[in-house]
């Protein structure tokens, strides 16, 4: 889904954070409008936590600017504080305490509405209810990211950080969490989680900034992303006794690449109806038998090869 909100509640100009000679972050300039969901894709080192840090407050750039929610993280970091959530990591703060306490406590540290009523409101937002007098340590993965997710926020935050919520979780914690994000988005707020997840970043995210090396190489929605490639979907399909001249095919409307292995065939093309439509045609006329017929469309994965060329995954 496509959010045209225009108001930016984040803007990052020039953020540059370097360790020796390496710039982990370089320049980064970045916009988040309100109520979308932001990602921010990358592999392992590409500067997505570090950015992150910069934007909350809690990392100084070396050079450059962010504000959130119009207040400068330098210079206003109290006003910037009270309207952010930030997802913790560490796990050692599950310790001894139950789920519920932990809430609560977290509230009151940021002096924000610690009641049983607002716990209780919380832990059913992260569907966590039944798991409030359980010892925080003793969760699964998934139920400690979303305990997680649910100590960002206590103080009502306007924008919420999640750094990898979702990372080491299964598939199906996975999709929970994604439906949970969802439900906080339309609660009002404005998310910005990293992600070196390409599926996560294409289902879940409004626009995705891809970063690479310290810098962000591309930043739109992840269908302009990949409309960008001018890309050619693919068509596989697999003929019978009699395979079709590579001629005829390659003259079907939005063919731009023919290639035969056997009794396969491979098009790339950059309008799928119209060349399916006269691949069927094609065997309907010459009475051609079609064994197995399948379709992919380009990915995420395919822009980050595009752009870097390597693959995401390592
Ligand atoms: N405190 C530090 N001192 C020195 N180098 C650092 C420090 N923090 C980060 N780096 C380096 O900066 C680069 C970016 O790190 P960062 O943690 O921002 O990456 P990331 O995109 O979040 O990676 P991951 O997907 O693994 O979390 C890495 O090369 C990292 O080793
Ligand atoms: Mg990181």
Redesign the pocket.
Known sequence: MTTQATRAVITAEGLTKR?GS?R??DDVNLHVYESEIFGIL??????????LEMIEGLRHPDAGTASVAGFDVASQVDQVKSRIGIQLQTTSLFDHLTVAELVGLFASLYGADDSSATVRRLLGLVSLQEKSDDQADTLSGGQKQRLSIALSLVNDPEIVFLD?PTTGLDPQARRNLWDLIRDIRADGKTIVL?T?YMEEAEVLCDRIAV?DH?RIILCDTPERLIAGLNGASTISATFGDTVPEPAALSELAGVQDVQLDGSRVTLQTDDMRRSMAGLLDLAEARTLELDKLTTSRPTLEDVFLHYTGRALRE
């Open positions: 360790y390496l982990a972050v990358g592999p392992n080192g590409a500067g997505k936590t570090t950015t990898e990293t070196h970063m310290g």
